[in-house]
């Protein structure tokens, strides 16, 4: 299938009784044939200017290829435990992901965090621009970003009218985004006016090099000012007939579409009762340590206080290329010390970029995954939401995670494995609590090891450990209208709602208010995904402890950096079966 062919219709999976990781392969290679998504972020088609087709027949498109090869999954054969452990993979994932299609989730998916319309975006954020040839192929894909958010539009049209609404609060954040895009010239209500010449896009296509043809120019300029105004024609929609037809639509999806979401984020159907109290003991027990920490960078006071001391008169960098080019000597430096000690760091995965976060994204810090031929490394993403100074002290953990040794070195290594494991285990078939969980033992083992002395870096670690402790307490609490907590220091015996939850988050972070209104959010729009941070990192813990104790039992010395290797050669596991592959190792 060349660039210009459309998903409606993918090829049936083999059945030829092949190996688990030829099926693996071949599905990710059908769904890169389907899904310029996975083809772009993979890099696995060269020039690729297809738009993704988020209607309902994309979706339809996506499910006939996970039902075929499910089919074909019996008859495949395993080799190895990477067979093993790559058909339990494709059997949770795409059942889990047919769970969400059967439950309508894709017709009413509207939220601020890699939602349909930032993956539309995002595509050029992956696309090679280093020639004239490149940005032809740009020019072509932006002038078809009205097809793409066509079919976004659809499918919520069709969401809407069987009844399946995102929430109000969903749609004015996305639509406040959309206005972001457009840039300061936009206005309501601009329909498909053409003077959206400030936005996003336009922003973009005028990096293309001077040396490109005046055709070229024309054309991305056209394509930028298509693009801009079919952004504007969806927010229109959105904040008119959509958000009408939406209103009454409660943030709380309920416990059996918690359900769906919490399994296709955790890869495990969930005892929410014991999550939500492991939670809140987590929450309690790291109060504690963080107020000790708070005495030590300010006598006397509490966390709070401690961190808005931090804020004012702490370490900080002025400027938004400073603060990118502290991040990027930062991720150097961690590479530099840790590689031949913790971890062999090795090849390509010694590159990562860190970037800024283009406007109208949300408030979080993010990572991209590089392509397979490692054409386009890694990248760390910050948003800076319109701010030019950035204190330092809640930075560090937090690219510890996104970075070296958390994300990147997690999912670079994968990369490099590819040709080893399945492409599917060690790209598309990621679960969040998997990597989520591996970045926040990445921060933890740099506590470990000595790395956060800086002034405040140890207490915005702490914060950043309690901000996943409140979020798994928070997000089910919501979600499935649970009380709060007798012994809580507010609210004791109430409801947990957004409101609740909003202030008891802004009395136990660090964060500013920008940032904690967008997290709620956040966990409002995509339930289940903020505990995997957290389940994950137990995980990870759980399973280093038992493999520990394994050596330990059989009078074998413990070789943390050997666990490592073996444990990040494993490719993408859920949790009904991470901590007892760990604990093999």
Known sequence: MDAEQTASSPPAASHGGGTVRELADGYVARLAEIDTLVATALGLVPGDDRVPDLSPAGQDAHDELAHSTLAALPGAREQDDDDRRARRLLHERLHAQLAVTEAGEHLRTVRNVFGPHQQVRQLFLMMPTATPDDWGVVARRMAQVPQALTGYRQSLAEGSRRGLHAAPRQVTTVADQLTDWLGETAAAGTGTDTANTGSWFHGFVAGAPDAAPRSLRSDLAAAATAAADAAAGLRDWMEGEYLSAAAGTPDAVGADRYAVGARL?????????????????????LDVEMRAEADRVLPGADPLAAMRHLDAHGESVTGV????????????????????????????????????APPGSAAAPYYTRPTLDFSRPGRTWLPTLGRTRFPLWDLVSTWYHEGVPGHHLQLARWTQLAGSLSTYQTSVGSVSATTEGWALYAERLMDELGYLTAQGARLGYLDAQQMRAVRVVIDIGMHLGLRVPADSPLHAGEVWTPRVAREFFGAHSGRDGAFLDSEIVRYLGWPGQAISYKLGERAWLAGRDAAREHHERRGEPFDLPAWHAAALSLGSLGLDDLTDELARL
């Open 321 to 356: 290329d400073a603060v990118r080019a502290w991040l990027q000597q930062m991720m150097d430096t961690a590479i530099a010390d840790l590689d031949g000690t913790q971890f062999a760091i090795e090849g390509p995965v010694r590159t990562v970029e860190a970037m800024i």
């Open 265 to 285: 984020s955790t890869g495990a159907d969930l005892d929410l009762a014991e999550a939500y109290a492991w939670g809140w003991a987590e929450y309690r027990r």
